[in-house]
């Protein structure tokens, strides 16, 4: 799971993206007369592709200025950019459906205006990029109240404490910023409160049950007092600060006091009391299918976060091909491999990530050095955080990396060694670390593309069981197995969400596969329903880059490694994207 705020989970799969939708709110228009600005000399093409990237780096910084969170996470060095400061501290939820399509249809003319036949194929991937991303901003703009800013999977309430707590201090002016969007923690969340009021109004809010989850996460938040590691985590970082005196140290640390007592616990109390007085409102218990427009958004959903084109009944035989081709061979052989895989020579996590690091590297390609952390999870919110995530870091410093474990979560060390593939090598740290070494262009920092993203993630953790102290056999039998867990997951995630499938449907559907505890396809359904489509772009995506992986052995090449370079070379994309351009 990849944790950025704004844009950039697996088993619980927690992905912060707590904007409506990514509203590009600047229009910018280059003149083809610009050109004449450049050297004589240069080509066409040349002044074409310098022109483009004048276009995407203006179009990059303005949408990352558009919250101090955003900024912070994606830039250590905002001046180098031109940047001085972000336009608020959260950024906004846009509603008018007609702004959003105007500004995305006013950025598509202006992307109109370059010759994509000149562009290189750096550009021309970004171009395709912009131009898909464009399309689906304008479709998004219909079902702007599906969405769900409170989801109980990766909802604001869980993840702002995480961003927060992340946000790094290289000098006082970051702390300064900080404080400052501590300051209108209440506000963003009286934006959040409104928008779930309007919701309501429509008959879109959360059912009862997923009311009851929110609560409970934002009274464990609250519960923590003053032990909350917004506390802690300030004081750390701050004394790593040399150029402050101890005087202006205990100052800031009053300074965040006083904001956690004046704005971030009391915007979890109005957003307690909001959420109670609107329970009741909510008209669906089920699935998005029982909603008017729910069906037709699902699909949409899924094939833009996910990155395809295929239809959900397509996508349903895919799975089910895949499940089957997994089961095929496996079965006798699951309880003998499971015994075996618990016998790791160390369980601890940064020795399970260094094992990882020099085990992929023949079949995986370089890349720059850098840092890691491993951090827990406090123990306060570890009942309602993912099994682990990775913090993605700034385009411009990508030398420090953390990656949070949830210990609680942790059943053994194989959950441990593969969730730690999934994480750190050779998935979101190593994908992320190799994208940004290839120099690729700013504005794609800002474009989500969790299929790709998640799906690589997956990949990794699938390869990761080879590398265990296992016979190969072993290995299959494991990884297969965990495939099809969660391919399952996907299948019930399209049952309910498409198909619209009951509680009963779901225990049914579960009981063929000799999973009958009604207690834990319960638990299954509710955080299905507390975070459509979510499954599927790890499922889905680690399909699709089997897929790929097929058609580049088809057409006879045998190097892993290679394979491996082409699809992070092309980076983050929908598949169909990712499919044109990585066997170039």
Known sequence: MLIQFWKRRKKQCVSIVCSISILFSSIFFLNGCEATFLEEKKSSKEVENERFTSFTEKLFCKEVAASQISLHYTLKEPEAYGIDKADTAYGTIQTDSTQIKTAAENIQ???????????????????????????????????????????????????????????????????????????????????????????????????????????????????????????????SRIGELQELSEKEKSDYIQQNARQMEEQVCPAYEDLIQAVKELKGKGTNEKGLCYFPEGRKYYEWYIQQSVGVTDTIQELEQLTRRQ????????????????????????????????????????????????????????????????????????????????????????????????????????????????????????????????????????????????????????????????????????????????????????????AKYGIKDAETVDKIYNLILGSPGNYLKYYIGYIKFLELKKEWIKSGNQSQKEFHKAVLSVGPAPFEIVGKYFSL
């Open 109 to 235: 003319q202006a992307l109109y205006t370059f010759s994509y036949e000149k562009l290189n194929v750096k550009n021309k991937i970004t171009y395709d990029l912009l131009k898909q991303y464009l399309r689906s901003l304008r479709e998004e703009a219909d079902y702007l109240y599906y969405e769900e800013p409170l989801n109980t999977v990766n909802g604001v309430q869980t993840q702002i404490p995480i961003v927060l707590s992340e946000y790094q201090f290289y000098d006082r002016t970051d702390v300064e910023e900080y404080l400052d969007v501590l300051s209108e923690t209440r506000d963003y969340f009286q934006q959040i409160i409104a928008f779930e009021r309007e919701k309501a109004d429509k008959g879109l809010f959360l059912s009862d049950e997923m009311a009851d989850q929110v609560l409970e996460q934002c009274n464990a938040f609250l519960a923590m007092g003053n032990g909350n590691y917004l506390y802690s985590t300030f004081v």
């Open 323 to 510: 499940i089957s081709e997994d089961i095929t061979g496996m079965e006798e052989a699951v309880n003998e491999a499971k015994q075996a895989a618990t016998i790791l020579e160390d369980g601890k996590a940064e020795r399970i990530l260094e094992k990882l690091k020099k085990g992929i590297g023949t079949a995986f390609p370089e890349i720059p050095k850098t840092s890691l952390r491993i951090k827990y999870v406090p123990e306060e919110m570890q009942e309602h955080l993912s099994p682990a995530f990775y913090m993605i870091p700034a385009i411009d410093y990508t030398e420090e990396n953390v990656i949070y474990v949830n210990q609680t979560q942790m059943r053994d060390d194989l959950a441990l060694f593969t969730t730690l593939a999934h994480e750190g090598y050779p998935g979101h740290l190593y994908q992320t670390i190799f994208f940004e070494s290839t120099n690729p262009d700013p504005v794609r920092s800002i474009l989500n593309f969790g299929g790709y993203v998640e799906g690589w993630a997956t990949y990794a953790e699938m390869c990761s069981y080879y590398l265990m102290p296992l016979s190969k056999t072993q290995a299959a039998i494991l990884q297969k197995n965990s495939s099809v867990i969660l391919a399952l997951y996907a299948l019930a995630d399209m049952g309910i969400h498409y198909e619209g499938w009951s509680r009963m449907d779901t225990v049914e559907f579960y």
